[in-house]
C-alpha cells in the first residue's frame, strides 16, 4: 500500500479507514506535531496501522514514531477504536521527547 503523506514529515502508512476518521486522525497528529516541534526539529512523524480480526471485532495496533536528531522516539497502542489508539501514540511521543530534551 501505499503511504498516505500528510506533509513532507508527517506519514500514515496502512491506514485503511474512512475518510472521516482519516481527517481527525490528521487533526489530531497535527496538534501533537506542532507540540512536539517546540522541543525539537523533527525529520519525520511516522504512524503505521495493522488491523486484525477477533471475534469480538476488529483489534487495532498503530505504532508511532518520531525521527529527529539521528534519534528515534517509539511508541504503540492497541484497542478497538483508532481516534483514542492516535492520540495515545502521539502523546507518548510526545511525552518521551520532553523527557529526552529536559534530561539534555
Same mark, same amino acid.
Given at each position: ?11 500514515f ?12 486522525? +490528521?487533526?489530531?497528529?497535527?496538534? !501533537? ?7 525539537? %526539529? !523533527? ?15 476488529k483489534?487495532? %495496533? ?15 497502542? %492497541? ?10 501514540v ?12 529536559r +534530561?539534555?
Amino acid at each position: 500500500m501505499v503511504a498516505n503523506e500528510l506533509s513532507r514529515k508527517i506519514v500514515f502508512e496502512k491506514f485503511d479507514i474512512d475518510s472521516d476518521e482519516l481527517i481527525v486522525a +490528521k487533526e489530531i497528529t497535527e496538534k !501533537y506535531s506542532k507540540k512536539i516541534q517546540n522541543f525539537v %526539529e !523533527y525529520d519525520e512523524i511516522k504512524l503505521e496501522m495493522k488491523s486484525h480480526s477477533k471475534i469480538n471485532g476488529k483489534h487495532f %495496533e498503530i505504532k508511532g514514531h518520531v525521527l529527529f536528531k539521528n534519534l528515534q522516539v517509539l511508541s504503540n497502542a %492497541e484497542g478497538r477504536e483508532i481516534i483514542p489508539l492516535v492520540e495515545e501514540v502521539m502523546k507518548k511521543m510526545l511525552q518521551e521527547i520532553e523527557h529526552k530534551i529536559r +534530561k539534555h
